[in-house]
């Protein structure tokens, strides 16, 4: 059985529901997120989806997110795994260098005039915004705790971003995208234009996966898949009842990425491939709130999602497409009995050979 896995974009607290969402699909199928044929991440669900191809199971970042501090156990870069961040990509310092004037890429701001059909409205602002004030530091340096140098060892795990001058798709990983060390295409898939400065790779600045589709569910079109799971933090099926401008605001992104999710899913149910779509509920949206770039509540929406998400997938059709799931090694569905230096290895083989052009903040 081929799987796919989508994990789509949403901040921190969108980071915070895919954390639970994945530990909530190993418990109820026994099946190891990370053993899918191909994963892929844009934004906040870059950075977990890089976690998952490297081999870290999710009651691990759950437990880690939690505090637990894991006595022993050192991580691949050789440091204990007790000093590994813990913010969840909520630590924010300012990029060096005078702030940003003007539009932060003018060849963007103008094509996207020319091509108004073509563009979605996010991709129609994103141009005009100045360049992003915060470094996106925080965020590499968490993925090279778990990956130090070149790419996962996974070998179909996508990293998505946004080239800033044209806003083109860019699938780090994949066969036809640029070189580019793992840690700077998960920066770049997270660098929200107007808040995080551009990433630069290969001579070229790239920004948030996000601005084309939260999603990018339909990367997987034509890659003869028998089942797709996606998780989409940033949409619902929930109705928004009422409410202020702001939240008029939130449920109306929430009701394009839906729209936009619904669409590639019909790319791919249309070849044969059945897709499992998975979609923050009320509980949730009401844990996470509007701010998802918040810190705050992390662990509570982690332990919303671990029940909301298992509630979604023992509904009967979800039941029926997940049942013939692979098993997957018990220390990636569970923590191993013992103390943690007794454990299996968690994380083997994170790195293949180191990719040719690195990146920096532009």
């Known amino acids: 059985m081929k799987v796919g896995l989508v994990l789509g974009a949403g901040g921190v607290l969108g980071g915070a529901w895919l954390t639970g969402a994945l530990h909530a699909l190993a418990r109820e199928t026994d099946w190891d997120p990370g ?37 022993g156990l050192t991580g691949p870069d050789g440091r204990p795994a007790a000093q590994a961040d813990r913010s969840g990509g909520a630590s924010f310092k300012l990029h060096p260098g005078l702030p940003p004037i003007g539009p932060g890429s003018w060849r963007l701001a103008f094509s996207s005039l020319a091509r108004p059909m073509r563009t979605t ?54 066969e036809d995208a640029p070189p580019a060390e793992l840690a700077d295409a998960v920066a770049a898939s997270c660098a929200i234009p107007g808040f995080y400065h551009p990433v630069l790779i290969s001579g070229r600045r790239y920004v948030d996966g996000g601005v084309r589709s939260a999603s990018n569910l339909d990367l997987l079109a034509g890659r003869d898949l028998d089942l797709v799971i996606a998780f989409n933090p940033t949409s619902t099926r929930e109705r928004a009842d ?21 669409h590639e899913a019909k790319r791919l149910r249309a070849e044969g491939t059945q897709t499992v779509l998975l979609q923050p509920v009320a509980d949730d949206l009401a844990v996470m709130g509007r701010n998802l770039l918040s810190g705050r509540r992390r662990n509570e929406v982690i332990e919303t999602a671990e029940r909301t998400v298992a509630e979604q997938l023992r509904e009967p059709a979800i039941r029926e497409l997940l049942q013939d799931l692979p098993e997957g090694e018990p220390h990636k569905l569970r923590r191993p009995d013992g103390p943690p230096s007794t454990w299996p290895e968690l994380v083997p083989n994170v790195t293949r050979t180191p990719a040719a052009a690195g990146g920096t903040e532009a």
């Open 35 to 71: 053993s899918a044929d191909h994963i892929v991440g844009t934004s906040a669900g870059s950075v977990i989806g890089a976690f998952t191809a490297a081999g870290v199971p999710p009651w691990f970042m759950v437990a880690h997110s939690r505090g637990e501090s894991f006595e």
């Open 242 to 262: 009422s409410g202020g401008i702001l939240d008029r605001v939130v449920a109306a992104s929430r009701t394009a990425s839906g729209r936009r999710l619904g």
């Open 121 to 174: 409205p996010l991709g129609m602002v994103v141009g005009w915004l100045p360049r992003g004030f915060v470094a996106t530091a925080s965020i590499s340096d968490i993925v090279r705790r778990t990956v130090p140098e070149g790419w996962v060892s996974h070998p179909n795990y996508w990293a998505v971003a946004c080239d800033y001058s044209t806003g083109r798709r860019v699938p780090f990983g994949r």
